[in-house]
């Protein structure tokens, strides 16, 4: 089970940090997916559970901490055991994170207006995933080409985990399609999660800034999942535009790309009520997560960013009209640095 923790972005992030218990979670489970795939053991994401009650089995106070996600690993023929009569309070005791805490509520009414409330909820809350479909491409292409199973890098996934880091800063050098395509289609091929069924399913699209990939012009894109390509929405030198969009950084103006996930949250809302807003942002840090596992793979580097999200829509148009944007992962050569930025 994981928990999110409020205030350990939001001395930083405030409100915000409420997409980061999404994006955390799912940074750390696309590394515990990896490795569970690795060992040969089923693992599946459940986003669906009584919220008070697991809480309460924790025992975390959840004015502070929240449960945000499981994960059901392996298998077992037996029944499990008949519950307990009588669960204890775990009462560990925690370290203080700071020695003052500031609160922003609005965080806590967000949770309970996403929180399920009774096994009935919980049943009615998996699968039957809303699918939105891309318009077919009318733009330019450019056909992917990942590498096969028998090119892929052989490193064993503890090492790639252990090099993995966020860069602080990028070289202005491009990577290779092939490097892209691979990142890209391996992050996609499905997650095993309660809310995604058939399994395959997806809630974000994925958009693209191409600054720096040799053999593809530079600028807007997206990526048609299904068709394997990438589709050109506008052409042209956007690292400026990009620098802009991840709140004013240098990272996305000089990462070699930027991917953008973006959700049409009104139909995600629609089949999951309010908790669909912690499915998508979920779904985005497991497949930021693989993407940065992808780039350390290949030795390149990442880093999930922040950005002004209406503007990030707008970037897109009319492609993106409609959707919201939920996350996004710069890749590109990380350049030696000293500044730390966070
Ligand atoms: C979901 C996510 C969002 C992030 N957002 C930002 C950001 O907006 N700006 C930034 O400079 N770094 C950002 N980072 C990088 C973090 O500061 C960095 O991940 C953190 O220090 C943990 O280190 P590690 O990813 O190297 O393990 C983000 C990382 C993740 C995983």
């Known amino acids: 089970m994981c928990t999110g923790t409020y205030w350990r972005n939001a001395w930083k992030y405030q409100n915000r940090t409420y997409r980061h218990f999404g994006w955390d979670n799912g940074t750390l489970l696309a590394n515990l997916l990896a490795v569970a795939t690795a060992l040969g053991l089923p693992a599946k ?143 996609t091929h499905g997650i095993h999660a309660d809310f995604l069924d058939p399994m395959g399913s997806l809630l974000n699209h994925l958009y693209l800034i191409v600054n720096a990939v040799e053999g593809v012009e530079p600028g807007a894109y997206v990526f048609h999942r299904d068709r394997r390509l990438i589709e050109c929405l506008k052409p042209g030198n956007f690292r400026a535009q990009a620098g802009y969009l991840g709140l004013e950084q240098a990272l996305p103006a000089d990462a070699a790309v930027n991917i953008f996930f973006m959700a049409d949250l009104r139909a995600i809302l629609q089949r999951f009520g309010n908790r669909g807003y912690r499915a998508v942002q979920l779904e985005a840090g497991i497949l930021g997560g693989k993407i940065y596992l992808g780039a350390y793979a290949q030795h390149l580097g990442a880093t999930g960013l922040t950005f002004y999200d209406d503007d990030v829509v707008k970037f897109f148009p009319p492609h993106a009209e409609g959707k919201s944007a939920i996350f996004l992962v710069a890749v590109g050569n990380s350049a030696k640095s000293k500044t730390i930025s966070g």
Request: with cysteine.
């Open 45 to 187: 994401v459940v986003c669906g559970f009584v919220d008070a009650t697991v809480n309460r089995l924790l025992d975390v106070d959840a004015q502070r901490e929240v449960t945000f996600s499981w994960v059901a690993i392996g298998y077992d023929s037996s029944l499990p055991p008949p519950p307990p009569e009588e669960v204890s309070p775990l009462g560990f005791e925690t370290v203080p994170l700071s020695r003052t805490e500031i609160d922003y509520p609005r965080m806590r009414e967000m949770h309970d207006a996403s929180s399920l409330h009774s096994p009935a909820e919980v049943a009615a809350w998996r699968g039957r995933t809303p699918l939105t479909k891309l318009p077919p491409p009318r733009g330019p292409v450019v056909q992917l080409r990942p590498l096969s199973d028998a090119e892929i890098p052989r490193d064993p996934i503890e090492q790639v985990i252990l090099r993995r880091g966020s860069s602080r800063k990028f070289a202005r050098t491009p990577i290779t399609l092939v490097q892209l395509s691979t990142m890209l289609d391996r992050a």
